[in-house]
């Protein structure tokens, strides 16, 4: 029996609060919900009470457009969101970036067939291509519009970092963005004011310093964590996020999760890991040890998790209405696999889509995916040494041509910088 079930049946409260690891939840950020119920948070900011697991709207399902480019498919979109509502799932996260423009528009389609109180919309101010006052403030507008709402619960400076101090005051500061965000904010317009965050150790910490000195009032800010990158981060693109977190915490931010698959990887880990995770619990997915490893953390107010289509959707939901702790132990078993899988090379892509479209029609992403699923299932062709080779580089090329269309497969590709 673990010390968990121990506890849960003889009701030993003062045992519980005396041996509990530091990683329970505690009164910063309590939890609701009855069992069988999807877990919620209560942000201790403003009371919010947020489920523990956010739809991510970045990876909405797509099809192919009368004029043969990909859209979104609002029907399973709508389906999808009726979905997550019905069972708890209130916190949405979106951006004007998001899959080429198009992600607002569809979640505010879904969303706005429910009442507006049921829901939280969170996006971004994504002015990466345009930082003048007059493009960043029309942003805000036209997301207003394109999510059907007056008001936004949880708004976001899009994924600062990278650049530091110069990047961030071109993007906000300089052309008087911060000024117009806090007149919205005052005008009822933004709830809660926070940012994304991507870069290096010393990039966060000007950020917190601003927020220290009172220069810049977070409401929250949003990180990717994963047992992964918890202390195996590249330290270029992402600090670890056992840093991030322990900033945030002392500082009592709410934390929003983004990445906790890693983009996906995590859900499909190599077969030599996701055997020792079912070795351990049997019943339960690859996937939801990487979401319990988020939410088992105090000052996570939300774990975002972009769902594709129905079935990832009823299996997170099903892993945050039945939430099973990390004991101190299970989480040491993570840093684990997560050593072993910094054996694996793979490229660090996301598939957050950043990057498309790309001028020359390449399908990025498409590619680091495959591969990556390649080195994942150990059917990668590596060498001529390697055992059946030619078996393998055969299977593989097949499958590319089958998951990329051949004339958006990289050897297409003119490198043109872009």
Same mark, same amino acid.
């Given at each position: 029996?673990?010390?968990?079930?121990?506890?849960?049946?003889?009701?030993?409260?003062?045992?519980?609060?005396?041996?509990?690891?530091?990683?329970?939840?505690?009164?910063?950020?309590?939890?609701?919900?009855?069992?069988?119920?999807?877990?919620?948070?209560?942000?201790?900011?403003?009371?919010?009470?947020?489920?523990?697991?956010?739809?991510?709207?970045?990876?909405?399902?797509?099809?192919?457009?009368?004029?043969?480019?990909?859209?979104?498919?609002?029907?399973?979109?709508?389906?999808?969101?009726?979905?997550?509502?019905?069972?708890? $799932?209130?916190?949405?996260?979106?951006?004007?970036?998001?899959?080429? /423009?198009?992600?607002?528009?569809?979640?505010?389609?879904?969303?706005?067939?429910?009442?507006?109180?049921?829901?939280?919309?969170?996006?971004?101010?994504?002015?990466?291509?345009?930082?003048?006052?007059?493009?960043?403030?029309?942003?805000?507008?036209?997301?207003?519009?394109?999510?059907?709402?007056?008001?936004?619960?949880?708004?976001?400076?899009?994924? $600062?970092?990278? /650049?530091?101090?110069?990047?961030?005051?071109?993007?906000?500061?300089?052309?008087?963005?911060?000024?117009?965000?806090?007149?919205?904010?005052?005008?009822?317009?933004?709830?809660?004011?926070?940012?994304?965050?991507?870069?290096?150790?010393?990039?966060?910490?000007?950020?917190?310093?601003?927020?220290?000195?009172?220069?810049? $009032?977070?409401?929250?800010?949003?990180?990717?964590?994963?047992?992964?990158?918890?202390?195996?981060?590249?330290?270029?693109?992402?600090?670890?996020?056992?840093?991030?977190?322990?900033?945030?915490?002392?500082?009592?931010?709410?934390?929003?999760?983004?990445?906790?698959?890693?983009?996906?990887?995590?859900?499909?880990?190599?077969?030599?890991?996701?055997?020792?995770?079912?070795?351990?619990?049997? =019943?339960?997915?690859?996937?939801?040890?990487?979401?319990?490893? +988020?939410? *088992?953390?105090?000052?996570?107010?939300?774990?975002?998790?972009?769902? *594709? =289509?129905?079935?990832?959707?009823?299996? =997170?939901?099903?892993?945050?209405?039945?939430?099973?702790?990390?004991?101190?132990?299970?989480?040491?078993?993570?840093?684990?696999?997560?050593?072993?899988?910094?054996?694996?090379?793979?490229?660090?892509?996301?598939? +957050?889509?950043? +990057?498309?479209?790309?001028?020359?029609?390449?399908?990025?992403?498409?590619?680091?995916?495959?591969?990556?699923?390649?080195?994942?299932?150990?059917?990668?062709?590596?060498?001529?040494?390697?055992?059946?080779?030619?078996?393998?580089?055969?299977?593989?090329?097949?499958?590319?041509?089958?998951?990329?269309?051949?004339?958006?497969?990289?050897?297409?590709? $003119?490198?043109?910088?872009?």
């Amino acid at each position: 029996m673990k010390r968990r079930e121990f506890i849960q049946i003889t009701g030993a409260a003062t045992l519980a609060a005396a041996c509990a690891p530091a990683t329970r939840k505690t009164a910063e950020t309590p939890d609701s919900g009855a069992p069988g119920q999807m877990l919620m948070r209560t942000n201790p900011i403003n009371g919010d009470v947020v489920s523990a697991l956010g739809f991510g709207c970045m990876r909405w399902p797509m099809i192919d457009g009368a004029d043969g480019q990909r859209v979104i498919d609002q029907e399973a979109v709508n389906e999808m969101v009726d979905y997550a509502l019905e069972h708890g $799932i209130n916190y949405f996260d979106t951006s004007p970036a998001y899959l080429m /423009g198009q992600s607002e528009k569809a979640a505010g389609i879904a969303l706005s067939r429910h009442p507006r109180e049921k829901y939280f919309i969170a996006t971004k101010l994504s002015n990466f291509s345009d930082q003048s006052p007059k493009a960043s403030r029309q942003m805000f507008f036209d997301s207003l519009e394109q999510l059907h709402t007056d008001y936004f619960d949880y708004y976001l400076l899009h994924s $600062i970092g990278r /650049g530091g101090k110069d990047a961030f005051n071109h993007r906000y500061v300089d052309n008087g963005i911060i000024e117009f965000l806090r007149e919205q904010k005052a005008a009822g317009r933004i709830r809660n004011l926070g940012f994304s965050f991507h870069g290096a150790k010393h990039e966060f910490d000007y950020f917190m310093e601003l927020f220290d000195s009172g220069e810049m $009032i977070w409401d929250f800010v949003q990180i990717e964590m994963n047992y992964v990158d918890w202390k195996h981060a590249d330290g270029v693109r992402n600090v670890n996020a056992d840093y991030l977190y322990e900033q945030l915490d002392k500082r009592g931010l709410p934390i929003i999760i983004m990445e906790p698959l890693l983009g996906g990887r995590l859900a499909h880990v190599p077969e030599g890991i996701a055997r020792q995770m079912k070795e351990r619990e049997p =019943n339960l997915s690859v996937a939801s040890w990487a979401f319990r490893f +988020c939410a *088992t953390y105090p000052r996570v107010l939300c774990v975002l998790s972009g769902m *594709t =289509n129905m079935d990832p959707l009823i299996e =997170n939901v099903e892993t945050f209405s039945h939430f099973d702790y990390l004991e101190e132990e299970e989480i040491e078993f993570l840093e684990q696999m997560a050593t072993q899988m910094m054996e694996y090379p793979l490229v660090n892509c996301t598939d +957050c889509k950043y +990057c498309m479209p790309c001028p020359w029609g390449i399908d990025i992403p498409g590619t680091f995916q495959h591969y990556n699923r390649a080195i994942t299932d150990g059917t990668y062709a590596q060498s001529t040494a390697q055992k059946e080779y030619a078996k393998l580089k055969k299977a593989y090329l097949v499958s590319y041509d089958r998951a990329v269309a051949t004339v958006r497969q990289a050897d297409h590709c $003119i490198n043109c910088g872009a």
